[in-house]
């Protein structure tokens, strides 16, 4: 399947390892012309050199970086036409554990950092009448998880902003996804030290995700083929998610 890719710009963020350097990969493989952002040079330069990305250092948590990085973005390939916004999740804990100062942290971190990279695409994308900007999310925004307070309302949140943009867009050509991924393969799942196969026997596909899984339907929303999908939250979870 031909997913119109080919030539067209796309910036990835988060995209030094895990979900964001499948996407981004995945992108290349399909002929488009890939950026990725993250906050550690050394990490993200070495991915870089192996899927033939560009590199953006850069940590979205400081005010103006996704300004500035869309402008750098924009000067090394061109004006993004697909944004995947990966950020990493808050910390855990239980409510009454959670600082002001934290709430204010994860706010500004995952909420503002995202519209202000929309903020930065969105006049390059109607002029050119298309666009794709695809939110990694997770689970939790749809089935809230315990001790998750910060992620549970932000990432719902978030998808409060994609639902309002979808409508807000939708006539000048630029769709709206929130990318919701289940237990999936990556270096921070190994890191949590859990029982995969206890955790396996509780999706109902009976294991965990693979990361080019997860890709393949990032690559699929941000193509042609996706143009009448918009304001979507889409679950790659083997089927985890019990909510209609």
Excluded at 36 to 47: D, H, N, P, Y
Excluded at 84 to 107: K, L
Excluded at 140 to 149: D, G, L, Q, S, V
Aim: aromatic share 6%; proline share 4%.
């Amino acid at each position: 399947m031909d997913l119109g890719l080919k030539g067209r710009n796309a910036l990835v963020l988060g995209a030094s390892k895990g979900l964001g350097r499948a996407v981004a990969k995945e992108l290349l493989d399909e002929g488009a012309r890939v950026a990725i952002c993250a906050r550690t040079a050394a990490a993200l330069e070495q991915t870089a050199r192996e899927i033939g990305a560009t590199a953006l250092v850069c940590d979205l948590a400081k005010p103006g970086a996704a300004t500035e990085l869309v402008e750098r973005a924009k000067a090394t390939l061109g004006a993004p036409d697909i944004v995947v916004v990966n950020t990493g999740g808050p910390p855990t804990a239980p409510f009454d554990e959670i600082t002001i100062e934290q709430w204010r942290a994860a706010f500004d971190n995952l909420f503002m950092s995202a519209v202000e990279i929309v903020r930065a695409v969105l006049p390059s994308m109607r002029e050119k009448k298309w666009g794709r900007v695809l939110f990694v999310t997770s689970i939790a925004a749809k089935e809230p998880i315990n001790r998750f307070a910060l992620s549970n309302s932000l990432r719902a949140g978030i998808h409060g902003l994609i639902n309002t943009l979808s409508k807000e867009e939708a006539a000048n050509g630029i769709t709206f996804n929130a990318l919701m991924p289940g237990y999936t393969l990556t270096e921070r799942l190994a890191d949590a030290k859990l029982d995969l196969e206890k955790v396996s026997q509780a999706i109902p596909a009976r294991r965990i995700g693979r990361p080019e899984e997860f890709a393949a339907l990032a690559a699929f929303l941000a193509s042609d083929r996706a143009s009448y999908i918009t304001g979507q939250a889409v679950a790659c979870d083997g089927g985890a998610l019990w909510s209609i």
